[in-house]
């Protein structure tokens, strides 16, 4: 691993010579990020079909150790999860995004444009939650219906007491929530009506599928229509090639991203970015 980091990276120290656990490591280098400028967050665009206009951000969070190297987040985010990091990781994502996006108003209009930020569930476990998002929201000028919160099945499945009261609070608020990797979850699909969802996220693995050899168009073609009848937004992610976009688009999918479109891209990268490519 360490051989493989890239160039610049310092390996005056590394952890893994102790002989400790990779998670610990992870870890212990997660708690010294926090304090310093390791994590950072990337924005990946997301289109509207009919327009080609950027209409939402996904924020996606980085972590360039100075002793491990670039971490993928599906590598830290699930050690962060077994912790109470993933709250003052969580914390520090919302603020960051709103605040960046506050910020982009000085070069586009984002007033129909929308934040998607992803939460865990500890996030939602806690009663501040809603509370806290709000005083964000107000501290930006950003309104509620900016701000997309994306959620996974598992979240949703747990149904304790307490997530439901956070999503009530949410609804109550009018922040928007997104149910991420739509299908790869549990096939309970009562929490779909159970709870106020307003964007299903076709799952990357269905949409990788979609190729003019192995036909899964039946599949992620009902799952579009069933999110119609919902009244749901539909956003397909993992968008890597054209044939793949024109197949959703006739499908009445709403929203694409996706390679295709644009990989997660830096902050001050956005505003050129939206500016050649219109928006809300
Ligand atoms: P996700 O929420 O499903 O995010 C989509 C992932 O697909 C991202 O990976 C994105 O970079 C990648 N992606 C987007 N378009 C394409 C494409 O066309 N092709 C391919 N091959 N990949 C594409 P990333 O950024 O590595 O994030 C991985 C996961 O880590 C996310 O999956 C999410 O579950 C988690 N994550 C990322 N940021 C945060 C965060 O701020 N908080 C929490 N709780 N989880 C996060
Ligand atoms: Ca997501
Ligand atoms: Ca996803
Ligand atoms: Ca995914």
Request: with cysteine.
């Amino acid at each position: 691993d360490a051989k493989k980091a890239g160039k610049g990276q310092i390996r005056t120290f590394n952890p893994q010579m102790l002989g400790l656990p990779r998670e610990a490591i992870l870890d212990s280098a997660l708690r010294h990020a926090m304090h310093t400028d390791e994590l950072y967050l990337l924005y990946q665009p997301i289109v509207d079909v009919n327009s080609g206009e950027i209409r939402k951000f996904e924020a996606l969070i980085r972590w360039s150790s100075k002793t491990l190297g670039q971490v993928p987040p599906d590598q830290f985010i699930p050690i962060a999860e077994d912790s109470d990091l993933i709250l003052d990781i969580g914390d520090w994502v919302i603020a960051t995004a709103c605040a960046q996006f506050a910020e982009w108003s000085q070069h586009f209009d984002i007033r129909n444009c929308v934040m998607s930020i992803n939460i865990s569930a500890a996030q939602l476990m806690d009663s501040r939650f809603a509370g806290k998002l709000k005083a964000i929201l107000s501290t930006h000028g950003l309104q509620p219906s900016q701000i997309e919160l994306e959620l996974t099945e598992r979240v949703l499945i747990d149904d304790g007491d307490y997530v439901r009261r956070s999503l009530s609070d949410l609804n109550q608020l009018g922040v928007r929530i997104s149910l991420d990797d739509f299908g790869t979850g549990y096939s309970a699909l009562s929490y779909l009506t159970k709870f106020q969802i307003d964007t299903l996220k076709i799952d990357r693995s269905f949409v990788m599928r979609l190729t003019e050899h192995d036909k899964l168009e039946q599949l992620v073609s009902s799952i579009i229509m069933m999110g119609h009848k919902l009244g749901m937004s539909l956003v397909a992610e993992g968008v890597e090639t054209a044939y793949q976009a024109s197949t959703l688009s006739a499908m009445g999918c709403h929203f694409l991203q996706g390679y295709l479109i644009s990989k997660p891209i830096a902050a001050q990268d956005i505003p050129a970015f939206v500016l050649s490519h219109g928006s809300g």
